[in-house]
C-alpha cells in the first residue's frame, strides 16, 4: 500500500505564479488534511476535507483553495504566490475528522521567490 | 487558548543513556494525544494514542504516558536510529475547526 501520495515533491514558484499539489491516499479514510509545516512552528492546518464533498478552513487558509475530487483524492491550489507560501506542505489523512491518528505524505517543499 | 508546549527543542543523548520529553497542553477538553516520529525529509509517522489520564503505551524502546496536563515520551536506552524530531498533537473535544494542535516538536540526536 501506498498510504498517502503527494506530487509533487519539489517545485519552485515566481510570485505571482499559480501551481496545484496534489495528494491520494488508498487507505479509503474519509477525512483528508492540508498542513503546512514552517521553521519553529508546529503544522497549521490550511484546508480539511471530513468526507467527499465538503471542505473547511483551518488555521491559515488565506492564499489558498482546496478540492475535494473524489473520496481518495484532496488538492490544494496557489492562485497567486507569494513569498511567505515558502513552506513544507504535507497532505494526511484519517478514518473520520472527529477521532483517530493521522497518517501524512512524504510532503511537497515549494519555494517562492 | 489551546496551545501544545513541547520541551526541551533539542536533546542530544549517548547511545543507551534513557531520557523523557515532555509535552504540555492546555485544552478544555482532551479527545486524544498522539506521538508522531518525523524524520527529514519525511512526512510525521504515527507513533501512539493516549485518550485518559494514567494510560501509557510501549512500542520498543519508547513508552508514552499521559497526565491531566502532559504527556511524557519515555526513551530507554536509545540507538543511533531513534534519532529523529518527536512531534506531540493533541485533539480538542469542540469542533473548533483545528482538530489537532501540533507542538513544535524536539529533535533528539543520539550518538553512538
Known amino acids: 500500500n501506498a498510504g498517502v501520495t503527494q506530487t509533487p515533491k519539489f517545485q519552485v514558484l515566481k510570485t505571482g505564479q499559480s501551481m496545484t499539489l496534489q495528494c491520494a491516499q488508498d487507505?479509503?479514510?474519509?477525512?483528508m488534511y492540508w498542513y503546512r509545516q514552517d521553521p519553529g512552528m508546529g503544522l497549521r492546518l490550511i484546508y480539511y476535507?471530513?468526507?467527499?464533498?465538503?471542505?473547511d478552513k483551518g488555521e491559515v487558509p488565506n492564499g489558498y483553495n482546496v478540492s475535494r475530487l473524489n473520496k481518495r483524492e484532496f488538492s490544494l491550489r496557489l492562485e497567486s504566490a507569494a513569498p511567505s507560501q515558502t513552506s513544507v506542505y504535507f497532505c494526511?489523512?484519517?478514518?473520520?475528522?472527529?477521532?483517530?491518528?493521522?497518517?501524512f505524505g512524504e510532503g511537497s517543499r515549494l519555494t517562492v521567490l | 487558548e489551546d496551545q501544545v508546549t513541547q520541551s526541551p527543542e533539542a536533546l542530544r543523548l549517548q547511545e543507551g543513556e534513557s531520557s523523557s520529553l515532555n509535552c504540555s497542553y492546555t485544552?478544555?477538553?482532551?479527545?486524544?494525544l498522539f506521538w508522531y516520529r518525523q524524520d527529514p525529509g519525511k512526512g510525521p509517522e504515527f507513533l501512539f494514542t493516549?485518550?485518559?489520564a494514567g494510560e501509557e503505551k510501549e512500542k520498543e524502546r519508547l513508552k508514552a504516558t499521559l497526565t491531566k496536563k502532559e504527556s511524557f515520551l519515555h526513551i530507554t536506552a536509545p540507538k543511533p536510529e531513534d534519532s529523529a524530531t518527536y512531534l506531540c498533537?493533541?485533539?480538542?473535544?469542540?469542533?473548533?475547526?483545528?482538530?489537532?494542535?501540533f507542538g513544535t516538536g524536539t529533535s533528539l540526536t543520539v550518538i553512538p
Open positions: 487507505m479509503n479514510h474519509n477525512s
Open positions: 485544552v478544555s477538553g482532551l479527545r486524544g
Open positions: 493516549l485518550y485518559s
Open positions: 498533537a493533541v485533539q480538542a473535544e469542540e469542533n473548533t475547526g483545528n482538530q489537532f494542535y
Open positions: 494526511a489523512s484519517s478514518v473520520l475528522v472527529s477521532a483517530g491518528e493521522l497518517f
Open positions: 476535507s471530513a468526507s467527499e464533498g465538503t471542505t
